[in-house]
């Protein structure tokens, strides 16, 4: 991944700066509390395609719900 890529990054919605998460291989926004995905090395940068950083994470052995 080319950091110098990343650092032209902003978020799409509030236009502000991104901090990566390369342990996640997301692009989180703090303002905004959303993580965009990175799908196979191209960051998605779509409101809808983010992740609440608020809501808990999805419970791995949550078998049932599914
Ligand atoms: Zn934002």
Do not use: N, Q, W
């Not at 799409?12 to 996640?24: F, I, N, Q, S």
């Amino acid at each position: 991944m080319d950091t110098r890529l990343m650092e032209l990054l902003v978020c799409p919605v509030c236009k502000g700066p991104l901090e990566h998460d390369r342990d996640a291989h997301e692009l989180i926004c703090k303002a905004d509390r959303l993580a965009y995905p990175i799908r196979e090395g191209i960051p998605v940068m779509l409101e809808s395609e983010a992740r609440p950083l608020d809501a808990p994470a999805p419970a791995p052995t949550d078998a049932g719900a599914a």
